[in-house]
């Protein structure tokens, strides 16, 4: 394709509700469909790039619903960088942050569709326009949140089986934390000591129950809780990190350079979840992951059950960073019971393969699309 004519020709979107493989519960939401944005870019030159914005039960778990993205993209965003050069990718994000404020998986879904369609362009996958990976594929952790405890002990044995995880994330805060205990303790018992396994409390629990109940999840040897209280009490957070011995993850509690530096500061946590939806950008998912390992945080990377376009955005910018201590979560590609793309991201031997055709490396189905689109 000419580079010379990577001018944007129309920015659309469309709504896509994918049915999961079983009901996944958190904290505040649980999901039997996932919830995306899928946004088209077209370039002078013909052509396209994609990118996909995911959400978590509507405007639960952020405040973006598929709805406000849509709008977002369609009357603001998209607007304003019509006839710009998809490679400005830095001009492209100012304007798009004057067009409108936060609104971060919108920007995301963009920024990924011009990355796609530029490393289309240029025969590049769009790791090497974010600097180049420094690897390849990544341990991948998968998240058990049917809060069947039969179940999930099936579910995480058939994963180990199979060799695609060894490590779990277990969702909390939709049950009493007593009841959430004997989840864990079933699967402590029924997976034995070797098996990592991480709690995530989506903010369900207060000051006084970490106080309470982190003791049991110690006994039990979680190595990470991720955002156990309110994102808004970053003091209660710093006093909770104080005083368990397991590293509290920062999830919700931070999603711009600011908000990052703060918690760092703070000592909210030891670990940052990176995720697009909440930098609004890959290259800027770059910048969170500099400002977090300047506080001496360590980074894990996040999902919110992306599907293989969206796990491939977040895949070519991983790649890219100097550390990634935890690895990823992105299981989203497999808690669909269809994937959007012809060629879904590949796990191997308890990893997640970095796609390394050009731009995001994965190529859309449209008859899925056809099938899942919103019909309004
Ligand atoms: C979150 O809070 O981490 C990611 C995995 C999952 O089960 O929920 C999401 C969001
Ligand atoms: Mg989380």
């Known amino acids: ?52 914005a995911s959400t978590l039960g509507g405007p639960r778990w952020a405040e973006e619903s598929v709805e406000s993205i849509k709008a977002a993209v369609t009357n ?20 798009m942050g004057k067009a ?8 995301g879904a963009i920024e990924s569709a011009l990355l796609d369609a530029a490393g289309k ?27 069947d405890s039969g179940q999930e002990l099936e579910e995480a044995k058939e994963k180990l089986r199979r060799r695609e995880h060894r490590q779990f994330k277990i969702k909390f805060g939709f049950i009493p934390p007593q009841a959430d205990l004997k989840r864990l303790q079933a699967l402590r018992a029924g997976l034995g000591g070797e098996v990592r396994l991480i709690v995530d409390v989506n903010q369900g629990w207060t000051e006084a129950e970490c106080i309470r109940f982190m003791p049991a999840l110690e006994e ?23 005083r368990t011995s397991i590293p509290l993850l920062v999830d919700e509690a ?8 703060r918690i760092g500061a703070m000592g909210c946590g030891s670990v940052y979840s990176l995720k697009l939806v909440k930098s609004g950008g890959l290259f800027e998912i770059k910048r969170a992951a500099a400002v977090a390992a300047a506080h001496g945080l360590e980074l ?20 890219t960073l100097p550390k990634l201590e935890w690895g ?16 879904p991201i590949r796990f191997e031997e308890f990893e997640i393969c970095v796609p390394d055709g050009p731009g995001l490396g994965v190529e859309v189905d449209e008859d899925k699309i056809r099938a899942f689109a919103r019909k309004d």
């Open 121 to 147: 362009t240029l025969g590049l996958p769009a790791s090497a326009l974010l600097g180049g990976a420094v690897r390849e594929r990544m341990e991948v952790i998968w998240a058990l949140a049917s809060g």
């Open 1 to 52: 394709a000419h580079t010379k004519d990577t001018a944007i020709r129309s920015i659309r979107a469309t709504i896509v509700e994918a049915p999961t493989r079983r009901r996944h519960k958190l904290s505040n939401t649980e999901v039997t469909h996932q919830g995306y944005v899928l946004v088209r870019v077209l370039l002078d030159n013909g052509v396209t790039g994609i990118g996909e």
């Open 100 to 107: 409108a404020t936060r609104n971060f998986a919108a920007k």
């Open 328 to 343: 990823t979560e992105h299981f989203g590609p497999r808690i669909l019971v269809e994937d959007l793309v012809v060629n």
């Open 220 to 242: 039990l040897d979680v190595a990470l809780i991720e955002q156990p209280v309110s994102a808004l009490q970053l003091e209660a957070m710093a006093r909770v990190a104080a």
């Open 76 to 95: 603001y965003l998209g607007p304003a960088l019509l006839g710009q050069s998809a490679l400005a990718f830095e001009a492209n994000a100012l304007r």
């Open 300 to 319: 894990y990377g996040g999902c919110l059950l992306e599907s293989s376009i969206g796990a491939a955005a977040h895949l070519a910018a991983f790649s």
């Open 254 to 261: 931070a999603f711009t350079k600011e908000e990052i530096a």
